[in-house]
């Protein structure tokens, strides 16, 4: 059974950084391409970033989080990290880690391509 774990949420003043990370559990981790969505309150679920699997290298981001986000991987942690840089107001959301496992979707950056879900983390930027 595949459980996904985040932590790292917390308070921050914009301008500031964060760091989530999300444990996995499953022998075949580095198989899987892994994503970041939020959900603000009243709002959907929108995608955030993802990571292709092995270590391709190959990386997906929301245009509004372009340049102060990064993902990353570590397939010996069995982890995805997801490093918030110049965080605005506007990032306060829950934030959720989920793994696709199909190898279909090189990149998957819609919410049905992910089959594993993490519970969220919440992440609150001040003014």
């Known amino acids: 059974q595949v459980q996904l774990v985040e932590s790292g949420g917390g308070l921050v003043q914009a301008g500031g950084s964060l760091r989530v990370s999300c444990a996995a559990s499953g022998r075949t981790f580095s198989a899987w391409c892994l994503g970041w969505f939020r959900q603000a309150p009243g709002k959907e679920r929108e995608f955030v970033a993802a990571i292709g699997r092995w270590s391709s290298g190959s990386t997906s981001y929301a245009d509004s989080v372009k340049g102060r986000f990064t993902i990353s991987r570590d397939n010996a942690k069995n982890t995805v990290y997801l490093q918030m840089n110049s965080l605005k107001p506007e990032d306060t959301a829950v934030y959720y880690c989920?793994?696709?496992?199909?190898?279909?979707?090189?990149?998957?950056?819609?919410?049905?391509?992910?089959?594993?879900w993490g519970q969220g983390t919440q992440v609150t930027v001040s003014s």
């Open positions: 989920a793994a696709d496992s199909s190898l279909v979707v090189n990149v998957p950056t819609r919410v049905n391509d992910y089959d594993y």
